[in-house]
């Protein structure tokens, strides 16, 4: 996939814009001090019958991937609104319109050592939606999309990494502790308000948190327009 950058530095406080992002001292980025805090959410976000039909896609499976058959529940933070159509046994084909690179410690690929994916694949995962604060333009706003804790267990990420690595087109990245990660509070948001979202608004993959989550607080951890994650 190409780079893309933002045509503004600063937020358009009537459209909800944002660029330039990487130009402001960000806490999650690699080489800064972050601050994160531990009180988040536990609650699952996993549905165990996608789980299931995710656990034969391209690859093995690692010993220390999260079990696809260990008991799960409904999300806490967001509604689910499709359970995912995935077929059992699929592998994930390479696409050619790809919107996101995953890498690092994952099991289940499609192009070397990384999973590709386009926009089509990412949606037959579980669909949620919910209404969240939006801090750019400081107002409720619908969001739905994938569940980045479904995308995880899709991609079969290790048990025992640590950190997911963000990066977004204009090369804007940040570090979000695992546990977050798998907590069902980080939505990748593919549509707001019903209507996918362009780049020029963060799209067409944006990240969302829920109203509690602890780590959503940061408007510098609401990742625009993301294209790769790197499982550490």
Same mark, same amino acid.
């Given at each position: 996939?190409?780079? %893309?950058?933002?045509? *503004?530095?600063?937020?358009?406080? !009537? *459209?909800?814009?944002?660029?330039?992002?990487?130009?402001?001292?960000?806490?999650?980025?690699?080489?800064?001090?972050?601050?994160?805090?531990?009180?988040?959410?536990?609650?699952?976000?996993?549905?165990? %019958?996608?789980?299931? &039909?995710?656990?034969?896609?391209?690859?093995? +499976?690692? &010993?220390? #991937?999260?079990?696809?058959?260990?008991?799960?529940?409904?999300?806490?933070?967001?509604?689910?609104?499709?359970?995912?159509?995935?077929?059992?046994?699929?592998?994930?084909? /390479?696409?050619?319109?790809?919107?996101?690179?995953?890498?690092?410690?994952?099991?289940?690929?499609?192009?070397?050592?990384?999973?590709? @994916?386009?926009?089509? +694949?990412?949606?037959?995962?579980?669909?949620?939606?919910?209404?969240?604060?939006?801090?750019?333009?400081?107002? %409720?706003?619908?969001?739905?999309?994938?569940?980045?804790? *479904?995308?995880? +267990?899709?991609?079969?990420?290790?048990? !025992?990494?640590?950190? /997911?690595?963000? +990066?977004?087109? *204009?090369?804007?990245?940040?570090?979000?502790?695992?546990? /977050?990660?798998?907590?069902?509070?980080?939505?990748? %948001?593919?549509?707001?308000?019903?209507?996918?979202?362009? @780049?020029? !608004?963060?799209?067409? @993959?944006?990240?969302?948190? #829920?109203?509690?989550?602890?780590?959503?607080?940061?408007?510098? #951890?609401?990742?625009?327009?993301?294209?790769?994650?790197?499982?550490?």
């Amino acid at each position: 996939m190409g780079s %893309a950058r933002f045509a *503004d530095d600063n937020l358009d406080e !009537k *459209d909800g814009s944002r660029s330039g992002a990487k130009d402001v001292p960000q806490e999650g980025k690699e080489d800064c001090s972050m601050k994160r805090s531990t009180t988040v959410s536990s609650a699952s976000a996993a549905i165990a %019958a996608v789980a299931l &039909a995710l656990s034969g896609c391209g690859g093995s +499976t690692s &010993a220390n #991937s999260p079990s696809a058959s260990a008991a799960t529940e409904a999300p806490k933070h967001f509604a689910v609104v499709s359970a995912g159509s995935l077929e059992a046994m699929k592998a994930i084909p /390479v696409p050619s319109d790809a919107v996101l690179d995953l890498t690092g410690r994952i099991s289940r690929t499609n192009s070397g050592d990384g999973l590709t @994916i386009d926009l089509a +694949t990412l949606e037959t995962l579980p669909i949620v939606s919910g209404s969240v604060f939006e801090p750019f333009v400081k107002k %409720a706003t619908t969001f739905s999309g994938v569940l980045l804790s *479904d995308l995880l +267990t899709a991609a079969g990420a290790d048990g !025992k990494a640590s950190s /997911v690595f963000i +990066t977004a087109l *204009d090369d804007y990245t940040w570090l979000l502790p695992i546990e /977050v990660a798998r907590s069902g509070e980080v939505l990748l %948001a593919t549509r707001e308000n019903g209507k996918a979202i362009p @780049i020029e !608004k963060g799209g067409p @993959i944006r990240i969302v948190f #829920s109203d509690d989550s602890m780590s959503g607080k940061d408007s510098d #951890s609401w990742v625009w327009s993301v294209r790769g994650m790197q499982v550490r």
